[in-house]
């Protein structure tokens, strides 16, 4: 197994030092388990401020309004994506699926019973916050699952070398050509 040249820990099949998964996902894990006993002591703090009624029917209002945001944009999203574009009475998308799923996001935030989970998910609805998260979004998974110099041509996958690194199934679901090749004896490109 490869290792980093600075720390001598093992990479990862990302290319990272293996050990940085592991810490994110304690992380994860331990915010996972904090979340509920935070969004007790907010509705305690909010319950004293307010009086346990509102308190109740606030939590109330916002898993209504989550269930209000799934059902309008999750539904058609779910329907959405799972239409090949193109396909026969495949609805256009009004907006990129990175968008789409951060305001299903926002949905089930909301969804969930609790003042923190409510703000997260109000704040994902707000356009300008959804649009950077989605380019953050891409931005990462294009580092992530970069593969600038390899080629796939009929199942095979070519790496810079022209040598053949392994056979794949690849189905084409959607091609775009930017820059289509000349013609023999016809115009260049445009």
């Known amino acids: 197994m ?15 030092p293996a050990g940085r998964r592991r810490r994110l996902g304690s992380l994860i894990g331990a915010s996972l388990l904090l979340l509920p006993v ?9 319950g004293l401020r307010i009086g346990a009624g509102w308190t109740l029917l606030a939590l109330l ?14 539904l058609s999203a779910v329907r959405r994506l799972a239409t090949p ?17 951060l305001v299903v996001l ?18 994902l609805l707000l356009p300008g916050v959804r649009r950077r998260l989605a380019r953050q979004a891409e931005a990462a998974l294009v580092r992530r699952f970069d593969v600038r110099g390899v080629q796939v041509i009929q199942g095979e996958v070519i790496d810079d070398g022209g040598r053949i ?9 959607q091609v775009r050509d930017v820059d289509p090749p000349a013609l023999p004896g016809g115009p260049g490109p445009r």
């Open 165 to 173: 690194a392994e056979h794949v199934d690849v189905q084409v679901v």
């Open 38 to 46: 935070l969004e007790i002591a907010v509705a305690i703090q909010v």
């Open 2 to 16: 490869p290792t980093s040249p600075t720390t001598g820990r093992p990479f990862g099949p990302t290319g990272r």
């Open 61 to 74: 209002a916002g898993s209504v309004a989550g269930l209000f945001v799934l059902r309008h944009v999750g």
């Open 106 to 123: 926002a949905g089930v935030l909301l969804l969930i019973p609790g003042f923190l989970t409510d703000l997260g998910g109000l704040v």
């Open 85 to 101: 574009p193109g396909a026969a009475g495949a609805a256009p998308n009004p907006r990129p699926p990175a968008q789409t799923a």
